[in-house]
C-alpha cells in the first residue's frame, strides 16, 4: 500500500523556521523524484520545490528561492523540507508528491500558518 504521510507543520511567527517530514512507503522512493506543493485558502495548488531521485538535482518557487531547501534520505525514504524566514504568505496546507513516469502519488498534506 502506497504512503506518504507529512507531518512538522504548525503554527509559526513571521520570520520563524519549520521543517516538514514525508515518509514513503509502498514503493520503491529511489527511484521516484519528490516534490513539495502547497495550497493555501481560495488559490490553487502551487509547485514549491522539487528534489530528482538521486538528490543531486533541486529547484524551487521563485518566492522561496533562498529561504526553503528540499532534501531527501534514500535510506530512510523520507524527503524533509526546511523553511526559514517565513512569511505570512506562506501559510498554506503543504503537500509531499512522489512521481515516478506515470505513476502520482501525494500525501495527506500538513497545515502551516504563519502569524503573529
Known amino acids: 500500500q502506497v504512503q506518504l504521510v507529512e507531518s512538522g507543520g504548525g503554527l509559526v511567527q513571521p520570520g520563524g523556521s519549520l521543517r516538514l517530514f514525508c515518509v514513503a512507503s509502498?514503493?520503491?522512493?529511489?527511484?521516484?523524484?519528490m516534490r513539495w506543493y502547497r495550497q493555501a485558502p481560495g488559490k490553487e495548488r502551487e509547485l514549491v520545490a522539487f528534489?530528482?531521485?538521486?538528490?543531486?538535482?533541486?529547484n524551487y518557487a521563485d518566492s522561496v528561492k533562498g529561504r526553503f531547501t528540499i532534501s531527501r534520505d534514500n535510506a530512510k525514504n523520507t524527503v524533509s523540507l526546511h523553511m526559514n524566514s517565513l512569511k505570512p504568505e506562506d501559510t498554506a496546507v503543504y503537500y509531499c508528491?512522489?512521481?515516478?513516469?506515470?505513476?502520482?502519488?501525494w500525501g495527506q498534506g500538513t497545515q502551516v500558518t504563519v502569524s503573529s
Open positions: 508528491n512522489a512521481f515516478y513516469i506515470v505513476h502520482d502519488y
Open positions: 528534489i530528482s531521485s538521486t538528490g543531486g538535482t533541486t
Open positions: 509502498g514503493f520503491t522512493f529511489s527511484i521516484y523524484a
